[in-house]
């Protein structure tokens, strides 16, 4: 066991009484989930702040504007405080076009990116090869990721016919319509999976914080210890 000092420990002690208090509300809804939740919330917010004053104000706002004369630099300060106009209710209406400048910026990076991505780069990993050839020629077809493959393609396939919606849902599109639905079945359940594992991972590493570590503070704190 390693030695702790005496802040370490009172660190690893407090952080232990957050986490139960945390935890509590698995029993119900108390004044400990409460405090836990607004203390949070607050060092949260207070942390996000200084982190936005010393990575973004200061080295791209004031060092350039006041050392540099970059004076330019006062339209998207302008814009910054239109924003925060918003809060005031006489005046809220300034607000509306920073905010189209924002969705206006952010429209245009974003959806190139996003059909990039999201459309032409899964098409294209989808049906530009059917089948993999190892590379020594006589080796023949890997059949196995050549079956991972066309599952992939078919998966896509029978997808994109579910959600056509043109024609009726008979015969062969109606077959591969409820192909589709289990790929889809399958793809929501993997992500419930894996969404659950990951809750379930935090909470095993929170177990294992409070088994291992808080004794151990509480030990070199108090002078006792397991």
């Known amino acids: 066991m ?18 139960l208090m945390m935890y509590s509300f698995l ?11 607004h203390l949070y919330v607050g060092i949260s917010v207070g942390y996000f702040v200084n982190i936005t004053w010393y990575n973004v104000m200061k080295p791209m706002f004031i060092v350039p504007f006041v050392y540099q004369q ?9 814009l910054g405080v239109m924003m925060l106009m918003r809060f005031i209710r006489q005046v809220a209406w300034m607000s509306r076009t920073p905010m189209a400048f924002i969705i206006g910026v952010g429209s245009g990076l974003a959806i190139p990116a996003i059909l990039n991505a ?8 989808t049906i530009r090869k059917l089948w993999i050839l190892p590379l020594d020629p006589g080796s023949g077809i890997w059949w196995f990721e050549t079956l991972s493959l066309w599952l992939i393609f078919l998966g896509v396939l029978s997808v994109l016919f579910y959600f056509y919606f043109s024609i009726e849902h008979k015969g062969v599109v109606g077959k591969l319509g409820t192909v589709g639905i289990w790929f889809i079945m ?21 177990v294992q914080f409070l088994i291992n570590q808080v004794p151990d503070a509480f030990g070199a704190l ?5």
């Open 27 to 37: 029993y119900k809804d108390n004044v400990f989930y409460k405090f836990g939740e």
């Open 2 to 19: 390693s030695e702790l000092t005496t802040a370490q420990a009172i660190g690893t002690l407090i952080a232990g009484l957050l986490t």
């Open 186 to 206: 399958v793809s929501f359940g993997a992500a419930f999976g894996y969404t659950v594992m990951a809750r379930v991972s935090l909470l095993i590493g929170r």
């Open 118 to 125: 999201n459309i032409l780069e899964q098409l294209y990993s």
């Open 70 to 78: 970059d004076y330019i630099l006062i339209i998207p300060a302008i």
């Open 222 to 226: 108090f002078g006792g210890g397991p």
